[in-house]
C-alpha cells in the first residue's frame, strides 16, 4: 500500500517469457498488494512462468488485442478493489522501480492519472528508440496537445498509472481493441476533466522487448490523429461520440457480457 491506498500492477502480456522474470523481481513489492497478468494467447511459456511466480494470471481464449488485454487487466483489478492501478509492460522496456514514485503521486491526492514519459530528460533516442519512432512520437504529440489544449510531453508511452476513479468513470468499452486504445484512453480522461501528472522514465529498445512494426505504427498514427479530431469536435459540440460520452459503456460486470 501507498499512503493507504491497495496498489495492483496489471501486466498486459504478449510472449513475454523472456522478460517477465526480470521485470517482476524490480518491482517495488513492499508496496504493491496484488500483480495481475493477462496473457493474450501466447505461444511460449508467458503463462506458466507468471503461475510458478506466484502472479495471477487470466488467460485470453484467443489474441484479442492489445487495447482488450488492458480492458480486462483493468477489469480484473477493480475486482480486487485496487485504489491504485499501474499498467506496466512485462518486456522489460520500462524500469519497474517507477511503480512506487507514480502510485505515491496518485496517492498524494495530486493527480488522477501518471504518464511515465520517455521523452523527458531525452533518454529515448539514447534507450534506442528507433528514429522513426521518435519523430512519430513527437509530431503526434505535438498534434494532440494543439487540438486538445494538453502541455504533455507525449501520449504514447506505455507505463501508466490510474486511480480506481477514472477506471470506473472512463467509456473504456467504447475504445479499440488495438494499439490506439491507449490514445483513446488518455484523450477521455482529458474530455473528462482528470489531471494527469509525469515523470522522466528511462526505456530501453532490445530484441526481447515489444515493439509495432512501422505499418502498424502508421496505423496507430491514423488513429491517433482520427481521434485527436474526433475531440476537438466534440469539445466544439458538433459530434457526439459515444468514446467520449458519460452515457458510453464502462468497466465492470458487463465487460464479459459484451465479450
Not at 515489444?210 to 485527436?228: A, E, H, P, Q
Request: charged letters at 20%; a positive charge.
Amino acid at each position: 500500500m501507498v499512503l493507504g491506498k491497495k496498489v495492483v500492477v496489471v501486466m498486459p502480456a504478449y510472449n513475454a517469457a523472456q522478460t517477465l522474470e526480470k521485470t517482476y523481481s524490480e518491482m517495488p513489492h513492499e508496496v504493491v498488494d496484488d500483480v495481475i497478468l493477462v496473457d493474450d494467447f501466447s505461444h511460449d511459456r508467458t503463462t506458466e512462468l507468471a503461475r510458478s511466480l506466484g502472479i495471477k494470471v487470466f488467460l485470453h481464449e484467443s489474441n484479442y488485442g492489445y487495447g482488450r488485454n488492458q480492458k480486462t487487466c483493468y477489469a480484473e483489478a477493480l475486482k480486487v478493489d485496487a485504489d491504485i492501478i499501474v499498467m506496466l509492460h512485462p518486456d522489460y522496456q520500462y524500469t519497474p522501480r517507477l511503480v512506487l514514485p507514480m502510485a505515491a503521486m496518485i496517492a498524494g491526492g495530486e493527480y488522477d492519472v501518471v504518464l511515465a514519459s520517455r521523452i523527458i530528460g531525452g533518454g529515448a533516442l539514447s534507450g534506442g528508440m528507433p528514429y522513426y519512432k521518435y519523430i512519430f512520437n513527437r509530431f503526434l504529440t505535438a498534434f494532440q496537445n494543439l487540438l486538445m489544449g494538453s502541455k504533455l510531453s507525449e501520449f504514447h508511452t506505455g507505463y501508466r498509472a490510474f486511480s480506481r476513479k477514472v477506471l470506473e468513470t472512463l467509456p473504456l468499452l467504447e475504445n479499440s481493441d488495438d494499439f490506439v486504445f491507449d490514445n483513446q484512453m488518455l484523450a477521455q480522461t482529458l474530455i473528462f476533466g482528470f489531471k494527469i501528472g509525469e515523470l522522466s522514465c528511462p526505456t530501453k529498445y532490445f530484441p526481447e522487448a515489444s515493439s509495432i512494426n512501422f505499418w502498424r505504427s502508421s496505423r496507430y498514427g491514423i488513429g491517433v490523429i482520427l481521434t485527436s479530431l474526433t475531440f476537438r469536435l466534440q469539445k466544439l459540440r458538433f459530434v457526439h461520440s459515444r468514446l467520449f460520452s458519460s452515457k458510453g459503456q464502462r468497466l465492470g460486470e458487463g465487460y464479459y457480457k459484451k465479450y
